[in-house]
């Protein structure tokens, strides 16, 4: 209970920091359940993403491509943690500027110990914070995307049985910042977004997994990984 407690704690303290920067994408290829103490994770992901941006006199679209690797860890009690490193780029319409991909990274925590009707659907609380770059012919422009997400998700399959599966839904509040070299910065147009996807294990521990977005962002992600 005291483990409980203080991860509570710790998200709303991470919340309430996170909210005054709202001027906040959330799963991100990977495991919607939060794995048990001790577990780990390693996937890889294709995504596109989409969403209405706006800066100055601009009002368009900014569109990005990335594919990018996932590693997290479960802490037990529903805690766990994940970080990911791979490439995105961005591609502005009515400009000039199509990005070459560019280094991403990005990380986040989350806490799904509230279960519904004691299992085995849960609520999950997740934060994410995501960076990258991309460049065309020297400029360059640098995104930043933090967001607070909460959804359910409900597991169907016996254990020891293959085909376990997870589908789950729900909301998320996000913010996409875009800081561009030579011309004025974007910020992103909507920030309240609806989400939802299934994880799908061929045995116990390979998994594929399918993700979209709408709303804040239209966006798909297809995922691939291994449970240990």
Known sequence: MKVKTVVLMTIAAITITALPSISIAAASGGLAAPLNDGQGLFGVS???????????????EAASRRIYMKGAFGFGEGLDAYAFLGFADVDYDKTDFSGSLGEMVGGGIRYGGLLLGGGPARV?????????????????????????????????GAAGRIGYFYPYAGVRLSDADYDNEGFVNFDSSDHLGFFGGADYFVNPNVF????????DEESMTISAGYRF
Do not use: N
């Not at 294709?46 to 368009?60: E, I």
């Open 46 to 60: 294709l995504g596109y993403v989409r969403r209405d941006v706006d800066g100055g006199s601009y009002d368009g």
């Open 124 to 156: 999950v609380l997740d934060l994410q914070l995501e960076y990258f770059l991309s460049d065309d012919g020297g400029d360059e422009a640098e995104i930043t995307t933090k967001s607070i997400s909460a959804y359910v998700v409900q597991e169907f």
């Open 208 to 215: 594929f997994s399918m993700e979209l977005h709408i709303l």
